[in-house]
């Protein structure tokens, strides 16, 4: 089975630009979480995905940061204009629909904001 | 905001030995998970355990859990160097938001 597919790997931009990301869940997962992780720090839930629709995103900066979820499968998660302070890993992870489960992460996204 | 703590953040003992890592959390839990963090990596699921269960088994670790002091803890038996890894512990799930700790960094030295 397929895991969790992430990209790019790698981003380094300069501040006030725009970055986007990529998440594709494992098939069948209807649930698709962002976390932020700052180094050294545990994960922050960014947006959490049921489907199409949003179970929580209370913690998302949404002057700057925005997610969608495509057909209830792929999602994006785009930040504009970055911060330095935003210099991070994203984190895409997905799991059953209604299971509270385990969660199956994909290997981050590392962003770098100069 | 972070639901659970890990106490202590950090952690370094000697192959062969025994990791203990505790985890307090604030609200009423259904469930609650471990997962495990190699650096640079995702993280991986270990355990789950449920609000009606106090203790679980899995292979080498031993997850307990007690409701009315909001705590969990995960020990590692007979560690090896290959569990050096970050370590956190989340709550919630299904559909409530799942939050994670703070993570206890575990060193196994050789």
């Known amino acids: 089975e397929a895991g969790v597919a992430q990209s790019p790997r790698y981003k380094i931009i300069e501040k006030r630009q725009s970055v986007a990301f990529w998440c594709n869940p494992i098939?069948?997962?209807?649930?698709l979480y962002w976390y932020q992780q700052i180094l050294g720090q545990g994960p922050k839930l960014l947006i959490q995905?049921?489907?199409?629709?949003?179970?929580?995103d209370s913690q998302l900066p949404k002057d700057r940061f925005s997610a969608e979820r495509l057909k209830g499968v792929d999602s994006t998660l785009k930040i504009q204009p970055a911060k330095l302070e935003d210099s991070a890993v994203y984190l895409c992870?997905?799991?059953?629909?209604?299971?509270?489960?385990?969660?199956?992460f994909g290997e981050g996204s590392r962003l770098t904001v100069l | 905001s972070q639901q659970g703590e890990e106490d202590p953040q950090a952690l370094s003992i000697q192959e062969g030995e025994n990791a203990t890592m505790n985890c307090s959390y604030k609200?009423?839990?259904?469930?609650l998970q471990w997962y495990r963090q190699n650096s640079g990596r995702g993280l991986v699921h270990l355990i789950l355990?449920?609000?009606?269960?106090r203790e679980k088994h899995s292979g080498r670790l031993r997850v307990t859990l007690d409701t009315s002091k909001k705590s969990s803890s995960l020990l590692i038996t007979a560690s090896r160097a290959a569990d050096t890894a970050s370590y956190f512990c989340?709550?919630?799930?299904?559909?409530?938001?799942?939050?994670f700790g703070i993570g206890t960094k575990l060193q196994v030295i050789p």
């Open positions: 992870a997905s799991s059953f629909d209604g299971v509270p489960g385990e969660l199956f």
């Open positions: 098939s069948g997962h209807a649930t």
């Open positions: 995905f049921q489907n199409n629709g949003v179970v929580d």
């Open positions: 609200t009423s839990i259904n469930n």
């Open positions: 355990i449920r609000s009606n269960e």
């Open positions: 989340a709550t919630g799930g299904g559909y409530q938001k799942v939050t």
